[in-house]
């Protein structure tokens, strides 16, 4: 089965620090994900890569940015961390963009902002 | 971009029986892919079941199984002989045939199995 590691379960930041959100992926698949995930509003992309130093923006890019330099990982980076972005935060990954291949989701990080 | 509704925010359902999750979708395509996914509290989310709109035929997996109408554009998923192991957050989510790295996801149900 294909793995999607996140590395921390729970984080806890101050306003305005810098934090990364690793994401790494066993399979070697293609595409790489970033959800942020609020009550309410189900899932919601913020950016994902379909290769190696490749990224598109999703729907709340604003205030992150990734980065992916090797093909089995995916970071999120919060330049300067706000109150606003205290949520649970979701890796996924797939084989290709065929759309036929499924999400494969890491267990998520909780990030609080004080 | 489509869109993906999921009107019951809960849903409750006594063990052993059977509940529909509903899912509504807007696109314009004729041509995608359908998901149910399952959030257990505090666990990963996994595939529960998907759907090709090009099939006809309603997706299974063992107790699991789709409503698809693709006029209606609506995607309801049954889950038959509840088991308290169903408890979870489920997520209804369409996905393009042409541009697939897209996924669109609706706002989810929070389904509470009864003993």
């Known amino acids: 089965d294909v793995k999607v590691t996140q590395s921390s379960r729970y984080l806890v930041k101050r306003t305005g620090e810098k934090v990364f959100l690793e994401c790494v992926q066993d399979?070697?698949?293609?595409?790489m994900f970033w959800y942020r995930q609020d009550p309410g509003l189900g899932l919601r992309l913020i950016y994902f890569?379909?290769?190696?130093?490749?990224?598109e923006k999703g729907d709340i890019p604003e205030g992150y940015s990734v980065s992916r330099e090797k093909k089995e990982r995916f970071s999120l980076i919060l330049e300067s961390a706000s109150t606003n972005q205290t949520s649970m935060y979701l890796c996924?990954?797939?084989?290709?963009?065929?759309?036929?291949?499924?999400?494969?989701f890491g267990a998520g990080s909780r990030l609080t902002v004080l | 971009a489509q869109t993906v509704t999921q009107s019951q925010p809960e849903m409750s359902v006594q063990e052993a029986e059977t509940v529909t999750l509903s899912c509504t979708y807007d696109?314009?395509?004729?041509?995608?892919?359908l998901f149910w996914y399952k959030q257990p509290p505090s666990r990963q989310m996994i595939l529960v079941i998907r759907?090709?709109?090009?099939?006809?035929q309603n997706a299974t997996e063992n107790r699991f199984s789709v409503n698809f109408q693709k006029a209606a554009k609506s995607f309801s998923l049954k889950i038959s002989d509840s088991q308290l192991g169903d408890a979870a957050m489920y997520f209804c989510?369409?996905?393009?045939?042409?541009?697939?790295?897209?996924?669109?996801f609706g706002t989810g149900t929070s389904l509470t199995v009864i003993p």
């Open positions: 989510a369409y996905r393009s045939w042409v541009t697939g790295n897209q996924f669109y």
């Open positions: 996924a990954s797939s084989l290709t963009g065929d759309g036929a291949n499924v999400l494969t």
């Open positions: 890569s379909y290769d190696v130093k490749m990224k």
């Open positions: 399979m070697d698949h293609e595409n």
């Open positions: 696109t314009s395509e004729s041509d995608y892919y």
């Open positions: 759907q090709e709109a090009y099939k006809q």
